[in-house]
């Protein structure tokens, strides 16, 4: 697995990628050039680290994505879980939740993805 911990920048670039995908690389080079004013050589730069990271990759001279964006945020929230609440997901709920009210829906929501993600003994 790759460093999946992204700066701002990388994040907007993945971003245009994701939603770009499949892209030919000079076509991306015209979108950031376009989207964030960045030099054909700065996107080549940041495509060759987020390849790296093994969260994209360029065959062919063509980019596509190696994770998706729900599999890369997935992998972000399970790391903070794990580094900030010690792996507790009720940990995280209960200092995410700490002074707001969930809604009615949000907790049928809660209750779904529960159900369907609970372990069978």
Known sequence: MGDYKLSEAEAKFAEIIWDSEPVASMELVKICEKEMNWKKSTTYTMLKKLCEKEIFQNVNAIVSARMSREE???SQSRKYV????AGSLPR???AFCRGKKLTAK???EMRRF????KEEN
Do not use: P
């Open 92 to 94: 995280f709920l209960t």
């Open 72 to 74: 890369f945020y997935g």
């Open 114 to 117: 529960i159900d369907e993600y």
């Open 106 to 108: 949000e907790v049928e």
């Open 82 to 85: 794990e580094e900030v609440f």
